[in-house]
């Protein structure tokens, strides 16, 4: 089930309120990564305790959106006017200045393999965001209750030093089928391109992507195999049954027998099939 959280750029140093119908101008104006119902440690780096803020979950709809009114209105029955969830926003300058100092310890904690994708992490988030950079964690099952879950999430940051911090992250990006850029860092766009940029996922390849390989090295070897017999196969092939033939007829000649010579035949095209197959060999 998709529970989607979203690392946001943002113009305004909050959350937009439907309100104020600030939706509306919102996307599509920098970048935006996505991760489902997880929050990935290097949007960790970015961020601090002091950053929680909280927001309306009625204001996520535009007051004077028609396409979102029935939506607006389920989502005043289901919460009510006031209800509110936690969210983090902080400035793209501060957030650039703790990547930069959490670097060398998040790349201790989780090995020096990982640096190129934190560091072109970095220069995307630089490139990439606006003025300020929002974790919308609205998606969430359990939105309304998930400050604690923040705050501990956050403080993992800054004990690296404790050797099980990260234990569980490091086991999962050692099995063969973890995408590290997802785990890490997610997977979004911005205007002026993808992340994970094309030089990073060269360093680190999505791993679902590899089974179509597989299948055109199987496709591969079908054609091989299927490939145009050459000249030589029906001259064996033409020569094996007048051998065959010429076997049958004098073995006739010599004994007048119907039955003995139907057996020579037989034998001899056996015989002589096996050894055209042996000489054409395996196909390539």
């Given at each position: 089930m998709s529970h989607p959280v979203y690392l946001s750029s943002s113009k305004l140093p909050r959350m937009p309120e439907g309100s104020r119908n600030e939706w509306r101008g919102f996307f599509g104006r920098g970048g935006e990564l996505e991760a489902n119902a997880f929050f990935p440690l290097?949007?960790?780096?970015?961020?601090?305790?002091?950053?929680?803020?909280?927001?309306?979950?009625?204001e996520a709809y535009d007051i004077d959106d028609e396409d979102s009114a029935i939506e607006r209105e389920e989502c005043l029955q289901d919460y009510g006017p006031e209800a509110a969830y936690p969210y983090?926003?902080?400035?793209?300058?501060?957030?650039l200045s703790r990547l930069a100092a959490r670097r060398e310890a998040i790349v201790a904690a989780i090995g020096e393999r990982y640096r190129p994708l934190y560091e072109g992490f970095e220069?995307?988030?630089?490139?990439?965001?606006?003025?300020h950079i929002l974790?919308?964690?609205?998606?969430?099952?359990?939105?309304?209750?998930?400050?604690?879950?923040?705050?501990?999430?956050?403080?993992?940051?800054?004990?690296?030093?404790?050797?099980?911090?990260?234990a569980g992250l490091v086991s999962d990006l050692s099995?063969?089928?973890?995408?590290?850029?997802w785990q890490l860092a997610g997977i979004g766009a911005s205007p002026?391109?993808?992340?994970?940029?094309?030089?990073?996922?060269?360093?680190?390849?999505?791993p679902r992507q590899r089974a179509p390989r597989k299948q055109g090295n199987a496709r591969q070897a079908e054609e091989r195999k299927s490939k145009p017999r050459s000249w030589i196969d029906p001259v064996l092939e033409w020569l094996a049954v007048a051998l065959s033939s010429g076997a049958a007829l004098g073995t006739y000649a010599?004994?007048?027998?119907?039955?003995?010579?139907?057996?020579?035949?037989?034998?001899?095209?056996?015989?002589?099939?096996?050894?055209?197959?042996?000489?054409?060999g395996p196909r390539s």
């Open positions: 290097f949007w960790r780096a970015l961020f601090s305790e002091g950053d929680i803020r909280h927001a309306r979950f009625v983090l926003v902080t400035d793209k300058a501060t957030a220069a995307w988030t630089a490139q990439g965001f606006a003025d974790l919308r964690t609205e998606g969430l099952p359990d939105a309304a209750d998930a400050e604690p879950w923040l705050r501990s999430e956050l403080a993992l940051v800054d004990k690296l030093n404790d050797t099980g911090a990260l099995r063969h089928d973890t995408d590290p850029v002026d391109g993808p992340w994970p940029t094309p030089a990073v996922r060269a360093i680190f390849p999505d010599f004994t007048r027998s119907i039955w003995l010579t139907l057996l020579v035949f037989l034998c001899a095209a056996i015989a002589l099939g096996l050894g055209v197959a042996r000489l054409r």
